[in-house]
């Protein structure tokens, strides 16, 4: 198998795991672990006896998305700096194309970039005590990744501004009502509630869930593309250069700090 540090691979008969794994810090997708996301999902392209794949997070949350630290300090924009921004937009194109079913199994909290990478799976199932979030904004930099999109297929447009722009957080109950997440169960059946899903998905061939993936995609697709989200990383860089976007982000950086005071 292929070493990963921050991801964890399991593969038993038709149903794997990407397992987030660096509970100490609620599982932060840094450049490194949005890269590894990526090869993960092509390592489960190469096994097709995998039927199902759960991504999930280990520890007290599925992701507590990026590390705000990153965008304390605006940069000039290079080629390294353009790749790294373009990181989570590779990773959520990967994790969609996925030739197995993903189904997303969400407990804690489940913030920014990690609301992206659950959106780009086919299937979401959360604890009752999830909690979600989407601070880019309130952070001075725009929700990128392809994650306007993705949230305007699954919750609509009215919505997403809603979300996106006023960056409110909202449990699990509300996000089954807007339609983000297909079942909400109480946090003890999370694990088992995700073991009778996938045993149902296993139970269909391959060729009629491959199928059936392949069609919802190229329908959602159709409705709201995804090829814009390639400027997504060029957005990102601006705004981590802009003096109103930094003076944002210092100002809700410094009211977090007052309030764990």
């Known amino acids: 198998m292929t070493a990963f540090e921050t991801v964890e691979l399991d593969a038993a008969g038709a149903v794997g795991t990407i397992a987030l794994n660096r509970p100490e810090k609620l599982n932060p997708l840094s450049t490194a672990t949005l890269r590894e996301l990526a090869a993960a999902a092509r390592w489960f392209d190469e096994r097709p006896a ?27 924009s290079t080629a390294e700096q353009r790749s790294a921004a373009d990181a989570g937009r590779l990773m959520a194109e990967s994790i969609e194309a996925m030739r197995a079913v993903t189904v997303a199994r969400i407990h804690g909290h489940c913030v920014g970039g990690g609301v992206v990478l659950a959106a780009a799976c086919d299937l979401r199932l959360a604890a009752e005590g999830a909690r979600f979030s989407i601070p880019e904004v309130a952070l001075g930099i725009p929700l990128a990744w392809g994650g306007v999109q993705r949230l305007v297929r699954e ?107």
């Open 155 to 261: 919750i609509g447009p009215a919505m997403t501004r809603e979300l996106v722009l006023t960056c409110r957080p909202f449990d699990a109950a509300e996000a089954r009502a807007l339609g983000f997440l297909n079942r909400v169960v109480p946090d003890a059946e999370l694990e088992a509630a995700t073991g009778e899903l996938c045993d149902v998905l296993c139970s269909r061939s391959a060729l009629t869930l491959e199928a059936t993936k392949r069609a919802v995609a190229a329908a959602s697709e159709e409705l709201v593309p995804t090829g814009s989200a390639w400027s997504d990383a060029d957005a990102l860089l601006s705004a981590l250069a802009d003096p109103d976007s930094r003076a944002v982000a210092a100002a809700y950086l410094a009211s977090l700090g007052r309030g764990r005071g």
């Open 50 to 76: 995998v039927k199902v794949v759960v991504v999930c997070g280990r520890g007290r949350a599925f992701s507590a998305g990026a590390d705000v630290s990153v965008f304390a300090e605006g940069a000039p």
